[in-house]
């Protein structure tokens, strides 16, 4: 048998592939949307490609599934587990197959068993691998999807706040009680394969080791050592993060099926042209480092930085119903298109190299101040606002006296809550997610915005 995982950084996400050696046969399990690796591997192996298999409906990227079954001959294997609302839609001219509750998927002489396991969605499944072809009559290991991760398990409430299906997280938190009693009757040997690793808003505390076993999440995984029903819902239910603004659409793409990707290119303009498409309102994302950015940047664009981060935050900050340029280096191109792509962000029309910048002489700025500058200032607290923008968790766990809360994702549609006549001093836990925030801030008209170097993490030790 063969196996290999892929991780896609700026999404914490993983998924799979899995071949027989005796027959050439491969599936994919939760593929990406870039399925370059999948096909560049196959061919490396001399694997055919035959099927791909998702473990559920997925809230965080768009499934590359239907572009597997657009390039190769491949069977889709969906769950048909779950209620009405949430099935998927628009296979009937897919090569399919819908699963139930241990129906088997063979791939060669590699069989894969299913296993219904609701409780962060409905029709969610979990897919148990037994390597027959190599003499075993025994599971090798388990694919959860968000099922259960490294340390956590998958959040339930993805429905009721992503999705606004209203009532939902309590009973899907009771679903993920009962699909982990029978979690826990597997043998403790059995591998664990989550479809996420630390970074993923799918869950509180993921995490950062790509697999474990059954038995290791037994004894160290929280929400398998919690015995009473009502103690454990609370539990889940308590401390989830803020699920991203585009969950929602993925969900709805994903439930669809997101369109084919096909051949589009990025045109390249100057910063004249740029300035033409910002008319537009054309969403402009400076993806340089915030230090950069703050020293100079086109008066009115967004910056997130292009790191781990990026795809995340375009998802909370960008429209889905505007076209896309951006300003990165020349060799990013690619990579920033496809990081977009990967949630469903298609509209990428235009970018423009960072060099240009040097063209212009009227660059907008921005200034930091230390937690000793604030103090100062602090003192005179009518003509300051703090504006914190990290996290519900995080703000519940220390803040500064006075300060206001609101979240980055959500800053957009509560400018109006900071007020005309004050100057804001934004911060985070570290300063990098106030520095996108103060982005946002001027490119709304709020131009005395000031960052806090260090964040709260600086503020706190001072």
């Known amino acids: 048998m063969f196996f290999k995982s892929f991780f896609d950084e700026k999404l914490a996400q993983m998924s799979y592939m899995i071949a027989c050696q005796q027959t050439g046969e491969a599936l994919v399990i939760d593929p990406a949307r870039d399925i370059t690796p999948y096909l560049e591997t196959a061919q490396k192996e001399g694997f055919t490609i035959t099927g791909a298999a998702e473990t559920h409906i ?27 609302n949430w099935k998927y839609q628009n296979l009937s001219k897919l090569n399919h197959q819908l699963l139930k509750d241990r129906d088997l998927i ?38 959860t999807g968000d099922f259960v991760f490294v ?65 290791y999440e037994k004894i160290n995984n929280w929400a398998l050592n919690v015995k009473d029903e009502a103690t454990f819902v609370a539990n889940l239910l308590d401390g989830q993060p803020e699920p991203p603004k585009y969950f929602a ?7 669809q099926g997101p369109k084919l990707l096909g051949h589009h290119d990025v045109k390249k303009v100057s910063l004249e042209h740029l300035n033409q498409l910002k008319e537009e309102n054309v969403n402009i994302v400076d993806t340089r480092s915030s230090s950069e950015f703050a020293n100079g ?30 300003i990165a280096d020349s060799q990013e191109v690619e990579a920033v298109q496809k990081a977009l792509q990967s949630i469903g962000l298609d509209e990428v029309s235009h970018y423009m190299e960072k060099s240009e910048l040097e063209k212009s002489g009227s660059l907008e700025s ?58 804001p001093i934004v911060h985070c836990q570290s300063g990098m997610r106030s520095a996108i ?26």
């Open 249 to 255: 659409e993925m969900k709805k793409l994903n439930k």
């Open 297 to 326: 940047h086109v008066e009115g664009t967004l910056n997130i930085p292009f790191n781990q981060s990026f795809t995340n935050w375009a998802g909370w900050l960008l429209d889905y119903d505007k076209k896309i340029a951006f």
């Open 58 to 84: 997925h809230a965080d990227f768009t499934s590359g599934v239907r572009e597997l079954a657009n390039r190769l001959d491949v069977k889709l294997y969906f769950s048909d587990e779950g209620s009405t």
């Open 437 to 462: 925030a103060v982005s946002v801030m001027q490119a709304n008209g709020f131009k005395n915005v000031l960052n806090l170097t260090g964040g709260y993490a600086a503020w706190n030790k001072y």
């Open 366 to 423: 921005y200034e930091s101040i230390s937690v000793e500058e604030l103090e100062e200032k602090y003192k005179d607290h009518n003509d300051y606002v703090i504006i914190d923008v990290r996290n519900q968790s995080e703000w519940d766990a220390g803040h500064m006296e006075k300060a206001k809360h609101i979240m980055l994702g959500t800053l957009p549609e509560r400018l109006d809550e900071i007020g005309g006549d004050v100057t």
């Open 106 to 143: 063979r791939v060669g002489k590699v069989k894969l068993e299913v296993m219904h396991t609701p409780g962060h969605t409905p029709e969610s499944l979990s897919y148990l691998l037994t390597d027959e072809g190599g003499g075993s009559e025994v599971p090798m290991g388990i694919f």
């Open 151 to 215: 340390g956590d398990v998958g959040r339930p409430d993805l429905l009721e706040k992503a999705a606004a299906e209203k009532g939902t997280a309590e009973e899907s938190a009771k679903e993920m009680y009962h699909s982990l009693k029978r979690f826990a009757k597997l043998p403790d040997y059995v591998q664990v394969w989550p479809g996420h690793g630390a970074g993923s808003a799918c869950g509180k505390s993921l995490g950062a080791v790509p697999s474990s076993t059954v038995g």
